[in-house]
């Protein structure tokens, strides 16, 4: 099992910045080494959708991931020392405003949302115009 604690978040005006973080906590360190990590969101009335994920397995070049609607303004990260996530969201856009969740799931999951097994308990993210 790993639980995930996210942090962060809260309401900015648009072009502002944010910043969540998302702590793991487990007690199968060799297994959740392997995990791919991932931010999605969800706004009210829609699907929840791929932002962002990190693998953190070597042999994966093209890791971090982005959903397009957000290259080159958010940036995922993860401390491994920390066990801890970060997205840190620039140029904020209203349509942007959304919960946002961590997720964890298996090597090579990207934007696949079935592949995420474990979430946290989402974030609220709010961009006034």
């Known amino acids: 099992q790993i639980q995930l604690a996210e942090s962060g978040g809260g309401l900015v005006e648009a072009g502002g910045s944010l910043s969540l973080s998302c702590t793991a906590s487990?007690?199968?360190?060799?297994?959740?080494?392997?995990?791919?990590m991932a931010w999605f969101r969800q706004a009210p009335g829609k699907e929840r959708e791929f932002v962002a994920a990190?693998?953190?397995?070597?042999?994966?070049?093209?890791?971090?991931f982005y959903g397009d609607s957000v290259k080159g303004r958010f940036t995922i990260s993860f401390n491994e020392s920390k066990n801890t996530l970060y997205l840190q969201m620039n140029t904020l856009k209203p349509e942007d405003t959304a919960v946002y969740y961590c997720?964890?799931?298996?090597?090579?999951?990207?934007?696949?949302?079935?592949?995420?097994?474990?979430w946290g308990q989402g974030a609220q993210v709010t961009v006034s115009s």
């Open positions: 997720a964890a799931g298996r090597a090579g999951a990207i934007s696949r949302i079935s592949e995420y097994l474990y």
């Open positions: 487990t007690a199968s360190k060799n297994r959740f080494s392997s995990y791919e």
């Open positions: 990190i693998t953190r397995l070597t042999m994966s070049p093209k890791s971090p």
